[in-house]
C-alpha cells in the first residue's frame, strides 16, 4: 500500500469473483488520485491487470457507480 495524505492511495487487492486463484499474478492494484482542479478536487481512479477488455469495461462500470453514490453522499 502506498499513502500520500491529501493525494494518493494504492492498494491491491484479489476478487474472488475472477474465478481466479489468490496468487500474485492474479492482484489487481487500485490508484486513488487527488488533484486541484479549477478551485475543485477532482478524483481520478484507475485499475490495473484486468485480464480482458471486458473485464475492463466491468469494472468501469462499478467505478462509475461506486463514484455516483459518492458524490451523491458528499453533496448531500
Known amino acids: 500500500m ?4 491529501g493525494k494518493l492511495l494504492v ?3 484479489w476478487s474472488a469473483l475472477s474465478g481466479l486463484p489468490d496468487a ?3 492482484y489487481q492494484t487500485v490508484r486513488y ?3 486541484a482542479e479549477n478551485g475543485r478536487t ?3 481512479i484507475t485499475q490495473d491487470n484486468n485480464p480482458t477488455p ?5 469494472s468501469a462500470q462499478n ?3 461506486v463514484l455516483a453514490g459518492m458524490k451523491n453522499v458528499i453533496e448531500g
Open 42 to 44: 477532482k478524483l481520478t
Open 33 to 35: 488520485e487527488l488533484s
Open 63 to 65: 467505478w462509475n457507480m
Open 2 to 5: 502506498q499513502v500520500e495524505p
Open 54 to 58: 471486458e473485464d475492463a469495461s466491468h
Open 24 to 26: 500474485p499474478e492474479n
Open 11 to 13: 492498494s491491491t487487492f
